[in-house]
């Protein structure tokens, strides 16, 4: 059977002790699966995996950098947002299984014999983890994200366009 080559691989076999920088560019359509294509991830991916290997370890360091394109979770206006992660992993070599049910999910047993690893699922994983949980705007006088603020542009004589009249209903509806 045929093995796909993975999106983001690093070969160890022959890496000197030290540490060694790899840099990759992706796009979210190019993962497996669909998590990260319907997504907010629509621009290129970044990736910086540096790997500082020892006598008995390895570890490795991944770095994402993106724009995220998001809408405001208040007044729904498109904004992009530049978008960073970092995850660590620890590579351990060993010949034998030593009992993997007490290691964490970032330390990891590998051969001495491995050719390479890869990193695709971990690069996955750090781009969803960089997502922040709320998105608003900043800088924005129409959002009125901060409640003291909010108070004190009440008396707001422009006039609103009927989006934002419906919005401001939906707003004062649910508070």
Known sequence: MHKEKPLIEIRIAGLMQGTHTFDFSCRAKDFRGHVLAETVFTRDIAVTVIAEKTENELTVTIRTATVADFT????????????????????????????????D????????????????EDVRETLLLSL????????????RIYGIESEKNDSWT???SSWQESLEKLKNKYR
């Open 105 to 120: 999910d970032d330390h990891r047993q590998i051969d001495l014999n491995t050719v390479s690893i890869d990193l695709t």
């Open 132 to 143: 922040p949980m709320k998105v608003t705007c900043i800088g924005n006088p129409n959002c």
């Open 158 to 160: 422009e006039d609103k």
């Open 72 to 103: 405001c979770d208040i007044c729904l206006v498109p904004l992009a947002r530049e978008i960073r992660g970092e995850y660590r992993v620890y590579y351990i070599y060993s010949t034998e299984e030593k009992n993997l049910e007490n290691m």
